[in-house]
């Protein structure tokens, strides 16, 4: 399974963003997507999940800024940033497993290189 983010850049604050992670290889089975983030000098963090079914959940820190969602006709993984703040500056990885037991613990097996999400 290969994960390759984009859509990174850099915006003002009060703008948006749209993440895209497009899942190559074999995508069967992956149960369990989220998106992370980690900030210079400080620990990578969790931002959204969706599993299972399309269930979502959110980082208290985005909820009800940020939108995770996914296209699997395209095999592509989202994420809609909006009313950005300067502290949502970080890289921004996605990520996947075939086990729901991933979305709880956040022990992902696979990872994208991740895309640059800077907010002036």
């Known amino acids: 399974v290969q994960l390759v983010e984009s859509g990174g850049g850099s915006v003002q604050a009060g703008g948006s963003l749209r993440l895209s992670c497009v899942v190559g290889?074999?995508?069967?089975?992956?149960?369990?997507m989220g998106w992370f983030r980690q900030a210079p000098g400080k620990e990578r963090e969790g931002v959204a999940w969706?599993?299972?079914?399309?269930?979502?959940t959110y980082a208290h820190p985005v909820r009800g800024r940020f939108t995770i969602s996914r296209d699997t006709a395209k095999n592509t993984l989202y994420l809609q940033m909006n009313n950005l703040t300067p502290g949502d500056s970080a890289m921004y990885y996605c990520?996947?497993?075939?086990?729901?037991?991933?979305?709880?613990?956040?022990?992902?097996?696979?990872w994208g290189q991740g895309t640059q999400v800077t907010v002036s």
């Open positions: 969706l599993f299972g079914a399309g269930a979502t």
């Open positions: 290889g074999v995508t069967s089975n992956i149960v369990c």
């Open positions: 990520a996947a497993d075939r086990q729901l037991s991933a979305c709880l613990t956040s022990k992902f097996g696979y």
